[in-house]
């Protein structure tokens, strides 16, 4: 037997063996269910947040999270905890939440939660001269 032929052989049988392979089937994403879940995570923390405890309040986000804010350096999980610490000292903060929109992705990997928020505006202090 040459070479070609033990090589077509080979190569013929392992084409039969995976013309009967079948990849399992995904199973379908349940994205009703992942969209109640942001949502309630979200609502858990408003609650965390009125209940002024920032501890709570910063725990929703992941331990390596970096925060973007309008206007402001990127912060990571420590700044953010101190700047929470701060802001649930003050008496009128209460935030509320209302149009909730998640749009999860066919697939389930990808969620992205938008709702407006109303805080309150920061109090600002005038400098003395």
Known sequence: MNHKMLLGGVLGAAAMSLSGCHLPAKRPVDTAKIADAVKADADSLVADLNARDAVK???HNAPDSVIMLHGGPNIGPVVDLALTKQMVTDPALKM???NEIVDVAA???MAVF???TQLPPPI???RSR
């Open 107 to 109: 697939s389930g990997e």
């Open 114 to 116: 938008g709702r407006p």
């Open 96 to 98: 509320t939440l209302h």
């Open 124 to 126: 600002r202090r005038r």
């Open 57 to 59: 309040t910063v725990a």
